[in-house]
């Protein structure tokens, strides 16, 4: 007898209602006990996991509901009719499971996407450098989001000024890292306030310069 078998025997029976609906932590298919479990798509049957199926990794030994000859041709959806995302042969490319009842991926860790091709740029060892969080576009793709002070497209360009105090809070860091200066601000960190202070810069009766230095007007 099975672990989960053993498990199903000794609780109650609203406990082994729930369980039958339910999924494993490491997979999302329909856990079944029964051919009576998979009503809800007419073409499944309740059924093992082949070792060479792609879902047999993630079925941990229980009987999913899933369509017949899924080790060979890995078509989902209630009806057994639609190819998985990433196409027949490896479904979700092969990270990720596809869900029978949706015919949609649930990518593994780290990867993203409709079929799961795109995966996190990694810098130093780490996602997005450990310094921002890879998320997921509308397009299907995928990015880094990286947290104040650095930009680039795994999070490794520290914004000029340093990433505690990037453009030295008086400029907007762009995602090279460089700064556009607020009015009245000058430097590559913008740094420097124009002469006649940053509020009135040349005292009003000129302009400042990129260096910080004042043109007159007439």
């Not at 070792?51 to 080790?71: D, E, M, V």
């Not at 990694?122 to 299907?140: D, K, S």
Request: charged share 15%.
């Amino acid at each position: 007898m099975s672990n989960l078998a053993w498990l199903k025997s000794k609780l109650p029976i609203c406990t082994i209602f729930w369980l039958h609906l339910s999924t494993s932590a490491a997979q999302n298919n329909l856990i079944c006990l029964s051919q009576a479990d998979c009503f809800s798509s007419p073409a499944h049957i309740c059924a093992g996991v082949d070792k060479h199926s792609p879902w047999y990794k993630y079925a941990l030994g229980s009987n999913i509901c899933q369509c017949p000859n899924s080790t060979v041709v890995a078509n989902a959806g209630p009806y057994c009719d639609t190819e998985c995302p990433g196409g027949s042969r490896t479904p979700c490319s092969g990270h990720g499971e596809c869900v029978f009842g949706s015919a949609k991926c649930v990518c593994d860790d780290n990867w993203f996407g409709t079929n799961c091709s795109a995966t996190c740029p990694i810098a130093y060892g780490q996602v997005c450098a450990r310094r921002g969080a890879c998320m997921a576009t509308l397009g299907g793709g995928i990015t880094c989001r990286c947290a104040d002070g650095w930009r680039g497209p795994s999070c490794t360009v520290e914004c000029q000024g340093g990433a505690d105090t990037p453009c030295s809070n008086t400029g907007i860091c762009e995602g090279d890292g460089s700064c556009t200066c607020l009015a009245g601000w000058r430097g590559v960190d913008c740094s420097i306030p124009c002469p006649g202070s940053y509020l009135f810069p040349c005292n009003m009766r000129g302009r400042c310069t990129l260096d910080a230095a004042c043109e007159c007007d007439p």
